[in-house]
């Protein structure tokens, strides 16, 4: 069985559980925001690790020896029954439940798209730019900084040529989003701004395309995003209000998924979203991998069999990480 770690929201997941149907292949969708009201968890040392899963919405008990692998995906906070108790209450039955589920998590014995310990490992954006230098990718000159004077004096010795973006999601709330952005000395006009929140500022590399790399296991999926057209795409592709803007397949030298592949392997990931740079003198220049990223979309504009790919890693349960051991 195909354990999927998400939310009710997922649309990513819907596509998955859609294609796993369709196969005929025995899954779970624990949509975690249904524990611990709607779903029970069951752990027991006999001596061994083992437990159970409870769905009461579905009448449906799931052994953890019948997980073979895990998709974790897009999980929610566990939501507690017990809307008439006081904050404080609530906050505890919260964390209680969050902390009996990690453990589930990280001592559930199987194949895993990825761990949750090495996404959360993966996900900051400094060490991701420390090991990209030093397996072989070029990397934009950065600073990350809150000391006004080095933000300004980085910014002037790089000619104003210069974007800001956030140290970790870019995500204020669910409907506002950080998005990368340039910059340039005459618009620092409140340097205890730059003191209050420390930021990446980063070298701005001109583009031909914008490149998402989307690794399976051992299996590397490049797409080069058209994002040069539109102005409103230019510095940050994810900003285009063009639905139709040109994403297609493209071939990366050998080198480049070598790197791809070292950078997953790493940090001990099935999967990663990375995103880079071709310059119009054919270089790539690596951005950031997002460790659990959207996926889906491409699918839709390529022929890569992104959804067959991710069921085939979890049935065979041997990525890139599993074969360097």
Request: aromatic content about 10%.
């Amino acid at each position: 069985m195909i354990l999927i770690i998400t939310n009710r929201a997922d649309i990513t997941s819907d596509l998955l559980v859609l294609r796993l149907q369709e196969r005929n292949i025995p899954y779970y969708r624990l949509n975690t925001e249904a524990f611990p009201s709607k779903i029970s968890l069951h752990i027991a040392f006999t001596p061994n690790f083992a437990g159970s899963i409870y769905d009461k919405e579905t009448d449906r008990k799931i052994d953890f020896s019948e997980i073979r692998s895990v998709y974790y995906r897009r999980p929610s906070f566990p939501r507690p029954s017990i809307d008439n108790a006081d904050e404080s209450r609530k906050q505890f039955a919260i964390l209680e439940s969050l902390q009996a589920f990690r453990g589930f998590i990280e001592n559930l014995d199987c194949f895993w798209v990825s761990r949750p310990s090495r996404i959360r490992y993966a996900e900051n954006k400094i060490t991701q730019l420390n090991v990209a230098r030093k397996i072989g990718f070029k990397v934009p000159k950065t600073v990350i900084s809150n000391n006004p004077k080095d933000v300004i004096d980085f910014i002037d010795c790089n000619k104003n040529d210069v974007v800001i973006k956030p140290v970790k999601s870019g995500f204020v709330s669910d409907e506002e989003i950080i998005f990368t952005n340039v910059i340039n000395s005459e618009k620092i006009v409140a340097p205890n701004r730059i003191m209050k929140i420390p930021s990446i500022y980063q070298q701005y590399i001109r583009k031909k395309y914008d490149i998402r790399v989307t690794v399976f296991g051992e299996k590397v999926f490049p797409v080069e995003i058209h994002s040069q057209g539109p102005p409103d795409s230019r510095i940050d592709w994810r900003k285009s209000s063009d639905l139709n803007m040109v994403q297609k397949e493209h071939v990366i030298p050998k080198k480049i998924q070598e790197n791809c592949l070292r950078m997953t392997s790493y940090f001990g990931l099935e999967f990663g979203a990375i995103d880079m740079v071709l310059s119009p003198e054919n270089e790539y220049f690596f951005l950031e991998i997002n460790p659990n990223g959207q996926w889906a979309w491409l699918e839709q504009r390529t022929n890569y069999k992104l959804t067959d790919t991710l069921i085939d890693l979890l049935l065979i349960g041997k990525g890139v990480c599993q074969k360097n051991g």
